[in-house]
């Protein structure tokens, strides 16, 4: 994997849709990918990214912890053990659709369970606004993107923002 190939994707990207594959070797070539994936990450000023952003098919999120000094933290093969009833609506981002914002109804709060880039095995109880950032890296691991979230009129106007934004950048 070359520094050349850590490009974002973006909508209309075929890999976006893709399923990711779990992680099976803790090894060098996984903690470069993770380097890779927090220096784009930073780099477009985002707050998380999944492999699959940079056309990885490979179950690995990286986030910063807005309540925590923004610590940089790795997850491989997450997964959401358990998550509260109670859901809260708010307005998400994401680096692969540049422009476009949509509201998301998502859980409150999450038990997520993984393992750190050496295998070792990792439980978060997340709440707010880390439990949304993980929660939308996790859906970009399954080929979901916000705009499936999105009821089809605000998917029609954060589409619309979306190719604003991609022309006003190619001009
Ligand atoms: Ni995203």
Redesign the pocket.
Known sequence: MDRAFAEIRTLGDPVLKEQAKPVVSFDDRLVRLATLMSEAMDREEGV?L?AT?LGVLTRLIVWRHPDEDDVLRVLANPEIVEQSESCSVASEG???VPGASVEVSRPDEILVAGFDLNGGMIELLLQGLVARIVQ??ID?LDGR??LDRATPEERRRAMKDFRERTAAAQQ
């Open positions: 998380g999944a952003q994401c680096l692969s939308h890296e970009h993107l916000i």
